[in-house]
């Protein structure tokens, strides 16, 4: 929808309205001093007192609004005592897990109230010494798909209040960052069936296989370096809802999860299925495994020449964008009204390039990369983002912070991940859109 006003307005000669959001970066490590005189805005995640009080220093100086995600320090790997192991088949049998979960599980639980307090302490007294910088506070990291409640927000939200008013810190908001549409409940159950699904396919496999001597290889390599998904089925939180108390709610929504991740096979066709959207009409009994098999840059063999790929490219890409961007804020504009508040929104947009490589039809990123054409993947995602927060702009998008400025490793799925700093026209979007 977003593409398509755009695209009315070009041809009636109008000129694009001027981006009214912030725009900046979700750099985890930190602020840059090579974009924070050039963005509005930076979110950072909290690892150490020196880390914060760096980027509190580099954005007071550049004028630049800082928004700190805590949620490396106030939540913990869940207790492996703690986690659901019994799931039910496809044929409605009950079974239990066949491999035990792991410690070094992605599914989180919030500190308990004393503890909680003494962790934040140091940060909000940076804070409090510098009044004005950091305004807003976001707790852990896709909570619902990392199996944090509802209430666990809302009490981790309430301490965070007291704990602001105590220092008299006033004007701080607080956010919630969701993953993809998991606030809605319909949403989080469909794409915990495909984490089931996930882990009856490797009990069912093992069961063939491991009184061979091949066999008990794979089992012990899939012990070792099984996906997240293995562990987190049957452990999320799957109630939906915004919770109490927050002024921003945020969502990630990127290309590469809808494209890579095991759970996202169905999510176009939930998308078909579940709403009135006109681009998510051609998606209807597709799977991403399927989708990415029309995608040009997922294929066996060298790089496939000419435009016309390029081309059916781009269109897919740009229903793909329309149709879980749009379907994803409609279902959040219901969250919202349903919870008698009216926080915020905010968008954390891909500029990485980390589902824009050139990859085999397995998904492994081909050795030898197309710099250029793989930049240009990216920066038509970032316009998309801005695109859409041009044609959305009164639903209450305030925000775009992408992902990533420089280059990251995401330790939970050992993948590197290319940010926008190498990529010069990207930089040039973001930064021109910034100015506007």
């Not at 704990?163 to 159950?189: D, S, T």
Request: net charge negative; hydrophobic share 45%.
């Amino acid at each position: 929808m977003a593409r398509i006003v755009l695209a009315l307005m070009a041809f009636l000669g109008c000129a694009a309205p001027a981006l009214s959001q912030e725009i900046g970066f979700f750099s985890p490590r930190g602020t840059d001093a090579r974009f924070v005189d050039k963005v509005d805005v930076a979110m950072v995640n909290v690892n150490t007192v020196e880390q914060i009080a760096a980027s509190i220093a580099e954005a007071k100086g550049a004028g630049l609004n800082l928004t700190l995600d805590f949620g490396p320090i106030i939540s913990l790997p869940r207790d492996v005592s703690r986690m659901n192991t019994a799931y039910t088949r496809a044929d409605g049998t009950e079974a239990e897990k066949t491999f035990a979960p792991r410690a070094d599980n992605k599914l989180r639980d919030i500190l308990p109230d004393e503890q909680l307090r003494q962790v934040i302490a140091p940060f909000l007294d940076m804070m409090a010494a510098n009044p004005g910088v950091v305004d807003t506070l976001f707790m852990v990291d896709e909570p619902y798909l990392n199996g944090v409640s509802k209430a666990e927000l809302e009490r981790a939200g309430r301490l965070f209040r007291a704990e602001l008013a105590a220092r008299q810190i006033e004007g701080v908001k607080l956010g919630v960052l969701f993953a993809a549409a998991m606030f809605h409940a319909p949403f989080a159950e469909g794409l915990d069936r495909e984490s089931v699904r996930y882990v009856e396919t490797a009990d069912t496999y093992r069961a063939t296989v491991e009184e061979t001597e091949e066999g008990q290889q794979w089992v012990e390599t899939f012990d070792a370096f099984r996906l997240t998904t293995y562990d987190a089925a049957g452990n999320r939180y799957l109630g939906g809802g915004i919770p109490q108390g927050y002024d921003v709610v945020a969502f990630d929504y990127y290309l590469s999860t809808l494209l890579m991740d095991t759970v996202a096979e169905q999510a176009l066709n939930w998308f078909a299925m579940n709403t009135d959207l006109r681009s998510c009409d051609r998606f209807f009994g597709e799977t991403a495994s399927g989708l990415r098999a029309k995608l040009s840059f997922y294929q066996d063999g060298p790089v496939v020449p000419g435009d016309d790929a390029r081309n059916k490219d781009r269109v897919i890409l740009d229903d793909l964008f329309d149709c879980r961007m749009n379907g994803t804020l409609d279902l959040l504009e219901q969250e919202i009204a349903a919870s008698g508040q009216s926080p915020e929104i905010m968008l954390i947009g891909e500029s990485s390039n980390n589902g824009m490589l050139e990859f085999t039809a397995a998904g492994t990123p081909e050795t030898e990369q197309p710099t250029l054409l793989v930049e240009s993947r990216v920066q038509d995602e970032v316009n998309r983002y801005l695109d859409i927060a041009r044609a959305r702009k009164d639903d209450g998008i305030t925000r775009i912070a992408f992902f990533t400025f420089d280059d990251e490793f995401d330790d939970t799925i050992r993948l590197a991940i290319g940010g926008a700093s190498s990529m010069p026209g990207v930089l040039d979007s973001i930064f021109a859109a910034a100015a506007e």
